[in-house]
C-alpha cells in the first residue's frame, strides 16, 4: 500500500481514494489475513458466509462498507480485482455502466 501511495503522490494524473472502514474484527471476530497458512477447511470456516450462518456478522456494517465500496468503485477509471468474487463483478458492471467501455 505505501508504494501505491508513494506512485499516486509522484503523479499528477493519478488520485487513490479508498473507503476508510476497518474490515476484519468489526465485520465479526476475524482478523484481517488470518486464514493465510491454513488449510482450506479452517480457511472456510473464517469466510463471511459462515461467519454469518453462525450470527458473528455485523450485518449493517458488512452493507454499509459493501454499498461505499460499490458506489466509489463505480466512479474508478482502473480496477484490478478477480472475477471469482461477486462483489468485484459488481464493482466492474459498475464502472463499464458509468463510463461506457471496459477499464
Request: proline share 1%; aromatic share 4%; with cysteine.
Amino acid at each position: 500500500a505505501l508504494e501505491l501511495a508513494a506512485a499516486v503522490a509522484a503523479s499528477r494524473d493519478l488520485r487513490l481514494l479508498w473507503v476508510n472502514i476497518r474490515r476484519g474484527a468489526d465485520w465479526g471476530g476475524t482478523a484481517e489475513l488470518s486464514n493465510l497458512g491454513l488449510g482450506a477447511a479452517a480457511a472456510e470456516a473464517n469466510f463471511i458466509e459462515r461467519r454469518n450462518s453462525r450470527g458473528l456478522l455485523n450485518r449493517s456494517a458488512v452493507l454499509g462498507a459493501a454499498l461505499a465500496d460499490i458506489s466509489l468503485l463505480a466512479t474508478a477509471h482502473a480496477f484490478v480485482g478477480t472475477a471469482a468474487s461477486w462483489l468485484s463483478r459488481l464493482a466492474l458492471l459498475c464502472v463499464i455502466g458509468q463510463s461506457g467501455s471496459v477499464p
